[in-house]
């Protein structure tokens, strides 16, 4: 497990270098450049040649892209965001606590609620109840979250304000956590969206697991229908989501853009987002960074996982 | 009982969904639903008051000299202004002029031929006690001279190189000795207005260091110029930007609200929160010396990604004073000024719209070698562009895209906001929308007009009845517009354009790009293989400040940094230089610039469609400068 860990570990080098090199290239041919959005109309031809000076951008692309390699390793210095006025690993460090209190608890709240909904699926599949927790399923599933986020501002904060529309502001997580009234929404729409998705994978991959022979085999022991459910057939059902879980990963680095910018919640989607249109080039690349390292985090641990629910597999030495 | 959980899980989970699809819009009470402004009720002291940032544009610099990168309306006027004041204030009323009640110094006296100018300095004192004095004006003029090339707003010629000498009379008095008679409002207003006096306390190269041993602010003008070199780095990392490496670390930001530097003001509010996400609160200063004072008790701006969100956060009422997103306005106005109504889901709210200071137009590329080598040459033709322009219908587009909140520009003035600068002609439209005056300047000078295809030139050559220098036989109207995508009244404005130019057979390839594409298209070039553009359309034009008188020599004069389509015209140069040095009016500038068409005009869609609760007062009318003075503003019962 460790030399495999180890190895994946190589590969995941290889791969970022290689993305940020790709997103490096890709950035840096946008037409008027970083000089142009950070200074905007007024910039004269002087003030742009001063700004790229400054910044290394009249330097070729490979040399401006070993500084910025060199300054990642040496110094985690992932570079300046104007449009921030700050450190760019400074800015991913304060928003990406937030995205993954928010994600998170959406993530896990899914998880709490789809994985036992899967599971009634299955226990009364083909009765009404299942029909209708299909239908909800697929109404939610191929709802838009902008949809659902609008629909629950309209009628809980609106209509009955119950809740705020609007997430919690502040500098910290403590901040965010102190104004739990904020974050239901937001957590609500991620969630739900979610729980569609798991507890659709979750009973389908149930209904499967049930029909091995291994869970024929204990039926005929005389394991009764709970233990049969719970013991046998559940470990080997949850293995989908875990796959999912991993892939879930940089979803919960990268954040929810349209969720957080529905609620106005400052967490790290927003904040590629934002780069993207201010053409903010190293808070894009920070942003892609820390989403390139995620979705390799996340493959990593699911593979992991697997190990840990099923003996049966095992890595190559 | 499991079952029994489940049923009422479903049950809730659908009657929400179905509740939500049909929940109906509050019911509008009367005051938030009409244009009227409410009047009634009585002034409470103290409160909260909470103003909604502009969508994606939060502040993040708090030192007032700063480089462009900084330069903008978020950092400036609704977040440094509310506690550092400029020398002068622009912003009177509704209109773009000098505030004398709100300057630090009186109106400036101007003798000797207009090379002379004195500065009196009103009382006002810093929150530490001191005075605001000449030597805090000296500290930022010594500033601008060692660090002109990081003062946004500088520009070769201009204030400083303009200024021969400048002494200190007395604590309340300055001369400035110009290198060159200037006008007295230009130099007023674009040159003066640049000012902001520092603290001598700001006169520091350390922390803790004892104030005014930086050495910047008791030199003589422009004679220390390292040592002021030394305090503007010194502040500017404070302020998170270290000018000689932009990437080093720091975490300024977070220490706004708390540096002792940033704590001394002259203006009517002091930081007691900052993120930097951008959220700020202010509470009053207590030793503020000018008028009037804050009657509420704190002030918070709050930063919003989107103006969707923001519109949530109105709806869900988290803030005071908000804005309406212009695709969610409801009725139409006949009148650009005046609110129609609100938004029904908008109730305790009124309805105000702002224009700013500011003029809409894209550019030609007067230089370009697009069209096989013509556009260039076909743009410096007078007539073309007249031609263009008249297919340009304001009025109508204003109507029907921005539902009647929209102001014409139909020169380098604006015409809205009132103002005394705007000339009758060019409030009249010299080019109202005719397609028949377009098509017979094209016909008139040898051009095959094909109306819904391209028109030609057919007779090459430099008579009057002909297309014009360096234009041949065969030549094509068909140019590409580029536009800022993001918009839909953008898209639609274009689209509408398009096709009315199309009626004389201009054809127009029309494509999108990101504001900062386009924006970064839009560059001044020689002609050559690389200056192909011929018409990029950012959607914003330029906003008059801190150039407030609009002479325009920054976008329109040869070779200015801003001109963009490389327009050059003796007549506007010299033009120019005279609305600049003379007493000559801006009026003969402005007509003969609005008929030469440099830029072509578009319409200017309303800044921003304010939104404040009907307890809110004090608000009205709003500064055209985008400046924001909630020291006027007070709540009601």
């Known amino acids: 497990m460790i030399g495999f860990i180890f190895r994946r570990f190589l590969q995941a080098i290889v791969v970022v270098v290689g993305v940020m090199l790709i997103v490096f290239l890709l950035a840096h041919i946008i037409p008027g450049g970083a000089a142009r959005a950070a200074l905007g109309p007024r910039a004269t031809k002087a003030q742009i040649a001063q700004f790229n000076h400054l910044n290394h951008y009249d330097q070729p692309l490979l040399k401006q892209f070993w500084l910025y390699i060199d300054g990642l390793v040496t110094s985690f210095n992932l570079g300046y965001s104007y449009h921030w006025n700050q450190g760019v690993t400074t800015v991913i460090l304060a928003r990406l606590p937030k995205t993954l209190v928010l994600v998170g608890i959406g993530t896990l709240l899914a998880l709490i609620i789809a994985v036992p909904l899967g599971i009634l699926q299955v226990v009364r599949r083909n009765r009404p109840i299942d029909y209708v927790l299909t239908s909800l399923s697929f109404v939610f599933y191929a709802m838009p979250v902008f949809l659902l986020g609008a629909l629950l501002i309209l009628y809980f904060s609106f209509d009955l304000h119950w809740f705020s529309s609007e997430a919690p502001q502040g500098a910290t997580v403590g901040d965010i956590l102190s104004q739990p009234r904020g974050l239901v929404l937001p957590v609500f729409t991620i969630a739900a969206l979610t729980i569609a998705s798991f507890s659709r994978y979750m009973r389908s991959s149930m209904m499967e697991t049930l029909t091995e022979d291994y869970v024929r085999t204990a039926r005929a022991k005389g394991a009764g229908p709970r233990r049969v459910l719970y013991v046998h057939a559940l470990r080997n059902a949850v293995i989908p989501i875990i796959t999912l879980l991993g892939l879930s990963l940089p979803a919960i680095v990268g954040g929810a853009i349209i969720t957080e910018s529905l609620f106005n919640y400052p967490g790290m989607g927003l904040l590629a987002y934002q780069a993207i249109t201010n053409t903010d080039i190293p808070l894009l690349l920070g942003t892609t960074f820390f989403a390139t390292l995620a979705t390799i985090a996340g493959s990593l641990v699911a593979d992991i996982l697997y190990a840990v629910a099923d003996p049966r597999i095992r890595y190559a030495k | 009982m499991r079952r029994l959980t489940s049923v009422v899980t479903i049950a809730v989970l659908a009657a929400l969904l179905l509740a939500a699809c049909s929940s109906s819009p509050s019911t509008p009470s009367a005051s938030g639903s009409g244009s009227g402004v409410p009047t009634s009720g009585t002034k409470q002291a103290g409160g909260t008051a909470t103003w909604a940032e502009a969508p994606n544009t939060q502040p993040n610099y708090i030192f007032p000299f700063m480089s462009l990168a900084y330069f903008s309306v978020a950092n400036i006027n609704q977040f440094q202004f509310l506690m550092y004041r400029p020398l002068y204030w622009f912003g009177n009323g509704a209109q773009p002029t000098i505030n004398p009640s709100l300057s630090l110094a009186q109106n400036p006296v101007y003798s000797n031929n207009n090379t002379t100018v004195v500065v009196n300095l009103n009382p006002y004192k810093w929150s530490n006690g001191e005075t605001v004095t000449a030597q805090d004006v000296m500290f930022w003029m010594n500033m601008m001279h060692s660090d002109k090339a990081n003062w946004a707003a500088y520009a070769p010629t201009f204030i400083p190189d303009n200024i021969k000498s400048l002494t200190i009379n007395s604590p309340t008095q300055l001369t400035f000795t110009l290198t060159a008679a200037a006008n007295p409002y230009w130099f007023t207003y674009n040159q003066l207005s640049q000012i902001t006096p520092l603290p001598v306390a700001w006169d520091i190269t350390s922390t803790g260091a004892s104030a005014g041993s930086g050495g910047c602010s008791a030199a003589a003008f422009g004679k220390e110029d390292s040592k002021c070199n030394a305090v503007y780095t010194f502040l500017s990392k404070e302020a998170g930007y270290d000018p000689a490496n932009p990437h080093a670390t720091n975490n300024s930001l977070a220490t706004y609200a708390t540096n002792p530097i940033w704590q001394i003001v002259d203006g009517p509010w002091k930081l007691s929160s900052f993120d930097a996400a951008g959220n700020a609160s202010f509470v009053p200063n207590p030793t503020y010396s000018g008028s009037p004072k804050p009657t509420l008790a704190k002030f918070v701006e709050l930063p919003f990604t ?35 109504g609100n938004n029904p889901r908008l109730s305790g709210f009124y309805l105000a719209p702002l224009y700013t200071w500011s003029i809409n137009y894209f550019p030609e590329n007067f230089n370009s070698t697009g069209d096989s080598g013509n556009a260039g040459n076909i743009w410096k033709q007078l007539y073309v562009r007249q031609a263009f322009q008249y297919l340009v219908d304001q009025p109508l587009y204003i109507s029907k895209i921005d539902k009647g909140y929209g102001v014409p520009t139909y020169g380098p003035v604006p015409v809205e906001p009132t103002n005394p600068f705007a000339s009758t002609v060019e409030k009249s439209n010299p080019y109202p929308y005719s397609v028949a005056k377009a098509k017979s300047l094209l016909s008139s000078h040898g051009w095959n007009v094909v109306p819904n295809g391209t028109t030609t030139c057919t007779n090459p050559g430099t008579g009057a009845s002909q297309c014009g220098a360096n234009i041949p036989a065969g030549a094509k109207l068909a140019f590409n517009l580029e536009f800022a995508s993001g918009n839909a009244s953008q898209v639609q404005l274009n689209n509408t354009e398009k096709s009315s130019w199309a009626q004389v057979g201009f054809n127009i390839t029309l494509s999108e790009a990101s504001f900062n594409t386009v924006l970064g298209n839009a560059t001044a070039c020689t002609p050559g293989p690389s200056c192909s553009w011929e018409l990029e359309n950012w959607g914003a034009g330029w906003v008059y400040a801190p150039d407030y008188y609009p002479t325009g020599e920054e976008i329109f004069s040869t070779g200015a940094g801003s001109n963009s389509g490389s327009y ?24 003969y610039l609005a008929k030469q068409l440099p830029v072509i005009w578009q319409p200017n869609t309303v800044t921003e469609m304010s939104e404040i609760q009907n307890s809110l007062r004090g608000v ?9 003075n909630p020291e006027n503003w007070y709540f009601v019962k």
């Open chain 2, 306 to 340: 989107t103006d969707d969100a923001q519109f949530n956060a109105l709806v869900g009422g988290h803030v005071n004073f908000g804005y309406l997103p212009l695709q969610d306005v409801t009725k139409p106005t006949t009148n650009p000024l005046v609110s129609a």
């Open chain 2, 568 to 591: 050059s015209d003796s007549t506007n140069d010299s033009l120019t230089v005279q609305t600049n040095t003379t007493n000559t009016p801006l009026t003969q500038w402005e007509n």
């Open chain 2, 620 to 628: 009205l009318p709003q500064d055209p400068l985008w400046s924001i």
